[in-house]
């Protein structure tokens, strides 16, 4: 038997108002409802981060997360990070500038993961960095990229190992 | 000609579409009526099928089929599929049928596929099927498997072994019966899964009234399953069309062919639908070529300096259940072995053999990094037996830097001899030993032991054979605005081919990067191509870049000098436009030369010229660029837990000149991050019965940030002589070397309880045995 449910909700800005399954979650909701494939899913239990998104602004991973769940809330993706005319974030062009992505499939994720972790923690440590991210599998980079990209968009570029 | 983009940090083409959710990767991708699969797979690792019961699943609304092999047509019934690279050493080739026929020989070999409205209504018709398996004796590991009483993996076949393989070069005999020591090193080598964050898809639509069957998939090689798909189907190359969209990884097993992409297509032919599957995570553990034991046992001969006179031995290779991919994979971990040593003699045999787990095939560096291991297992006893520092026995052993093109002894399949084209080792291990501090170590470990801690250092140095032929190719087309299209075969998995491709297209051309857009991995957009494997793609498809670029700016000047009045010595380009030198007004940009080049109808084509501004190319490397490196890490042991922290890497790395350093460093770095999961965490576990055990993220242990050392990689440029870009692959040398360095590192941290690590992954239990044990780790598979 099928149950759906009425919910409406908020995705990068847009007011969304729906019919969803109950067993539908938010990852697989955003992607084949919505079609905002930007959100990916790499393991669907909960380890790799690939499927991160911002809800009420907090980090949370989409993949375990039942789409009813997020009724009335306020979700972005990563097609949400960039300004309305297209202009990327500083931390969406400091991914560019480090090379902190190679075959993109993690880097929603890590986008979604970071802008959370730099509002709350404006001038984090490399070790900081690494912590916030340590929920996010990355088989491409070695992070290292990653934590120069966070760390620079927060102003602060140094980082141990980097030449 | 400027140089403006070869060698310089050019930020990636690729990323404005990658980091705002643009990127298209196969899930991504929805055809108008397309419907979604579910593999209904093994659930036991060897079994006859003794039937199938689908009727209920059939029965569930939303589902449109439930295909077994049986209802495929006949012709596919009795047709395993085509195997990729066949070898006449291949005693047993064998390869499944794209669905089982009446036996399963691994967890996770696909039985059936259901097809229905949406992937929910799949999944719960799968869960419905009911297969009815008789249990048969399965073989698991691969010590086990090589012997002649051992259950066998395939009902009926002879016995378990896939092939025998040897490697042999000089007078063996004479270099052991004239060493000064031998020593006997034994070790099993296993290197876990593909893990590309993105897992394989398949999308499959068939237009038999129109051009034909379109695969969308997640691969490496579009040609190759371009060839393999059509050859199976008994279909005609060019009406089969493979795309490789957006892929979210790659590292080797995305390169062979699977059941899928023969499944996929049947099912989409039979139903008249676009089809789409994607693999789970949970399917990807058990059903994605992986890379596990191989068990060595090798003999060093000696003299009394330390210097190797003779290597031999013998390996066990598990070749999972099947041969997806021929003999690619051991084949690798045989003939890189002398590594960057000039070693005079070496035999080493190998059994590839069969098991009940899933099938084997490369994984990022092949067989290489099995190889590289090896060989510095050997060193570093050499080391520890004649007290010899770590890059002192290295720099003994290297092939001198004086000693290039270097013949190694081997030979090649076609019998041209395997030479390193150039080098300089021990300039590498000099810039790592200078990255890396390890003048200051002692010191560094002699208070770290004061404090009760325990540090080590492991130096590990490799070569490695990149940019295998035979080509790759290219067409450089300027467009009647000016724009730049190149079209090549090889498809990329996220190494930035687009970028790479495009500095040394706009270099050649004089054009801005902003004004070339490559189209790459399409089979029908153009003709031929081979592969992204081996780091053949920067070797292979630039150089085919290069020469088209160069026919096509030949082409341009030509036309210019007619249109200008001048000659070409007098024409110089800027920016797409090709001037008179001392003439400003003088001038005509590639575009308007291209426009004139493609007149429409009954408009005139300039005199003796072809149509298109645009030229295609083929020309690829003289032969196999040999990159190396030199790699030193630094550990911490906590000889209470176990645990072991890498706290430093550094890289000393020649791929001779570099297209985009900062991309390099990309391929190093996360190459380094690979090798060091390998030394400390990925480890497949099977029981005895064939059941995989760890196939989630929370057991199956990846690397993740806060495990990872900073890197420092450093560059020496040798160029190669072989391509006329003086360049070299650089996908896997982070990888070769990295866990053999870490793996030394644990040992010298815990020299003073003479551990000696005789397997990989290492964990923390087998270290803290091994510290209470002393003496050597054995590990059953
Ligand atoms: S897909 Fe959600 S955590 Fe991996
Ligand atoms: S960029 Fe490929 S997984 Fe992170």
New interface residues.
Partial sequence: MKHTHRISLTVNGRPVETEV?D??HLADFL?RELK??????????G??G?CTVLVDGRAVRSCLMLAVQARGSDVT???G??AEDGT?SPL?EA???H?A????????GM?TSLTAFLRDNPAPTD?E???A???????????????AAALAATGDEA????? | MGVRYFGAEV??V????????????V??IELPGMLEAVMVRSTEAHARIRSIDAAAARALPGVHAVFTLQDFPAEYHDRPMVQPYPAPVLLQPTTQHPLARDEVCFVGQAIAIVVAETR?IAEDAAGLVAVDYEPLPAVVDCREAVKTDAPLAHAGSPDNIVARLRVAFGEVETAFADAAHVFEERFLQHRGGC?????RGVIAEDRPLHDGLTIVSATQCPYLVRRNVAAYLGRDEGRVRVVAP????G?GPKAGVYAEEIVVPLAAAALGRPVKWIE??REHFVTTNTQRDQEWTLEAAVDADGKLLGVRGRVIHDNGAFVPYGLLLPMTSLTPLPGPYAVPALDVAMDVVFTNTAPNSPIRGAGRPNAAFAMERLIARVARELDLDQAEVRRRNYVPADGFPYDTGQKFRDGSAIKYDSGDFEGCLDKVVELSGYAGFAERQAEARAEGRYLGIGVSSCIEDTGVGPYEGATVRVQPDGKVQIQTGAAS????HETMLAQVCADRLDVALEDIYVRAADTGAFPQGVGTIGSRVAVNASTAVFDAAESVRDKALQLAAERLEASVEDLEVEDGVIGVAGVPEMKVTYGELAKQLAPMAGGPLPKGFSPGLEATSYRTSEGMPTASGSNIAEVEVDIGTGEVRVL??SVAHDCGKMINP??V??QI??????GIGNALFERLVYDEAGQPLNN???EYL?????E???????HQETPSPFNPLGIKGAGEG?TIPATAAVVAAIENALEPFDVVIRSYPVSPEELCDLIEGGGASERSA
């Fill in positions: 399954e067993r539908l992607r905002l494939t930007g959100t990916h899913l790499g393991c669907e239990h380890v790799c690939a993706t990563v097609e990070l960039a990327l969406q991914f560019r500038e090379h992505l190679q075959c993109g499939f993690c880097t929603p986008l070790r960095v690494r912590e991210i340590s929920g996010n599998i990355c088989r491409c980079t070695g992070y290292q990229p990653i934590v980082i141990e190992g980097e030449n | 930020r990636r690729e990323d404005p579409r990658l980091v705002t959710g643009k990127g298209r990767y899930d991504d929910h893990h590309a964050m993105e897992c957006d892929v979210g990884g590292f789970d995570r998995q996220g190494q930035g430093r890497y900062m991309m460093d990309g770095v996360g190459g380094v991050v690979h989630n993220y929370g990846l690397p993740i940030a806060t990872m050392p900073p890197i420092a990689v450093t982070g």
